[in-house]
T-cell receptor
Framework: DQQVKQNSPSLSVQEGRISILNCDYT??????FLWYKKYPAEGPTFLIS?????DKNEDGRFTVFLNKSAKHLSLHIVPSQPGDSAVYFC??????????FGKGTRLHILP | DTGVSQDPRHKITKRGQNVTFRCDPI?????LYWYRQTLGQGPEFLTY????????KSRLLSDRFSAERPKGSFSTLEIQRTEQGDSAMYLC????????????FGPGTRLLVL
C-alpha cells in the first residue's frame, strides 16, 4: 500500500521552461513533506520541504505547493536548468517518524 | 559530500554468502536510519537507531537481516544467507533532530547477489 505516490515515472522539459512534478499521498496524518533530488551513484539530497500548516514554500527557483484537501503536492522548478536533470523523490513523515518516499520521477531537461 | 559515509560502495556476492555494510554518520547526530532502494522504487525504510538503541524495524527486515549501532556511533547492517532478491542499494541516513530536512543520506552501498 503506497502512501506516497508519484504517478509520472519521467518528465521532459525544455531548458528555461517550468518543470512541475506532482505527488499524491493517502495518509492524512502526514504533517511534513519533503522533496529530494538524486543523481546516479549518490544518495538522495534534500531539496525543499513544507509543513502541513502551510500551502506554499519557496526557495530560489524551487517552490513547493501543498493542497491538503486534495492530498496533493507539487514541486515547481523555474527556470529549469540542465543541472536539474535527476530523479526527484517526494517524501512525507508523521511527527518525528521515519520518512516515506514515493517511487520518484526522472526529470530530463532538454537543451 | 553530506558527511555520511558508507563502506563498501559496491559489493558483489554469491547467493548464500553473508555480507556486512558499515555506515558512519555525522558525528553529533544521534539518530541513524537504514533504507533499501530497488530499481524503480524510492528508498524504503528498514530500521533506525536512537543512539545505540534500535527503536523500529520494518517488516521488510527479515530475520536474515541484523543491524547494530554499538556505542551510538557507526552502524553495521548484516545480511545472512543472501538471496538474489536482496540485490539493491542500501542507504544510510543520519539525523540531527532539528527538522526533518536535516536527514542526510550517505552515497549508499550497491549490493549484487549472483
Amino acid at each position: 500500500d503506497q502512501q506516497v505516490k508519484q504517478n509520472s515515472p519521467s518528465l521532459s522539459v525544455q531548458e528555461g521552461r517550468i518543470s512541475i512534478l506532482n505527488c499524491d499521498y493517502t495518509n492524512s496524518m502526514f504533517d511534513y513533506f519533503l522533496w529530494y533530488k538524486k543523481y546516479p551513484a549518490e544518495g538522495p539530497t534534500f531539496l525543499i520541504s513544507i509543513s502541513s500548516i502551510k500551502d506554499k514554500n519557496e526557495d530560489g527557483r524551487f517552490t513547493v505547493f501543498l493542497n491538503k484537501s486534495a492530498k496533493h503536492l507539487s514541486l515547481h522548478i523555474v527556470p529549469s536548468q540542465p543541472g536539474d536533470s535527476a530523479v526527484y523523490f517526494c517524501a512525507a513523515s508523521e511527527g518525528d517518524d521515519k520518512i516515506i518516499f514515493g517511487k520518484g520521477t526522472r526529470l530530463h531537461i532538454l537543451p | 559530500d553530506t558527511g555520511v559515509s558508507q563502506d563498501p560502495r559496491h559489493k558483489i556476492t554469491k547467493r548464500g554468502q553473508n555480507v556486512t555494510f558499515r555506515c558512519d554518520p555525522i558525528s553529533e547526530h544521534n539518530r541513524l536510519y537504514w533504507y533499501r532502494q530497488t530499481l524503480g522504487q524510492g528508498p524504503e525504510f528498514l530500521t533506525y537507531f536512537q543512539n545505540e538503541a534500535q527503536l523500529e524495524k520494518s517488516r521488510l527486515l527479515s530475520d536474515r537481516f541484523s543491524a547494530e549501532r554499538p556505542k551510538g556511533s557507526f552502524s553495521t547492517l548484516e545480511i545472512q544467507r543472501t538471496e538474489q532478491g536482496d540485490s539493491a542499494m542500501y542507504l544510510c541516513a543520519s539525523w540531527g533532530g532539528r527538522g526533518r530536512e536535516t536527514q542526510y543520506f550517505g552515497p549508499g552501498t550497491r549490493l549484487l547477489v549472483l
